[in-house]
């Protein structure tokens, strides 16, 4: 599906949209349940020793995203690479750290930048891609990069954490919408927040969210916010 999405520039087909409004249907009663589980503290899962990729093109990523980021994206990113380097050691899945940590400083280079009929992620997509092939990734590698970046906002994505787009997006999807939060431990969250504090990201990514929704209204943010998105945002479970 996201081979289709991404030559259609983000828009969806009727038929792609029936099948990701299902899936997101069926992710509602984990939501809930994971509020639960955070609540009672019961999670135990962590990123230890939480560090990060020290490549060539890692430190390229990194800079390119504090030089074009403004803080409340760099630091969202930085934390979508921690909460998905932690959920995919909870799932066993075995991925590769430099793809995942150059797509999670990428992902949303054109989040906040919306272009008519031009999905963000499709977008940011190709100049994740791009950079990480001019800074020395094999053009596989870069790809992988890119397909990570355009995926990450798909509905359903996030249950493989072992693919690069699906590692990108549970470790989003925590940030964002508190998704599979009851699984972490409480205080490894409180000592992420603290080394990349929020700056007020749900109302930073909300008006995001909605001027994205307005420029593509057949893209998947749009189907996002209109299947409640927003709600689910701000019931996420972080002190703003």
Known sequence: MDVEIRANGGALTPAQ???LRAEIARQLPGLLAGRVAWAAGRGRGRAEPARVPDSRAARAAEELARAELSAPVLEHSFRTYLFGKALAGLDGAAYDDEV???ACLLHDLNLGTPTAGRCFAVAGGERAAAFALGAGLAPERADAVGAAVAAHITPGVA????DPGGFVSAGAAVDVIGA???ELDRGWVGEVLAEHPRHGWKKVALAAFRAEAAAVPQGRTALLMASGFALTVRLAPFPE
Not at 159 to 162: E, H, K, S
């Open 17 to 19: 949209r029936r099948r």
């Open 100 to 102: 995942a940590y150059i």
């Open 159 to 162: 249950a493989n954490t072992g």
């Open 180 to 182: 599979r939060i009851g």
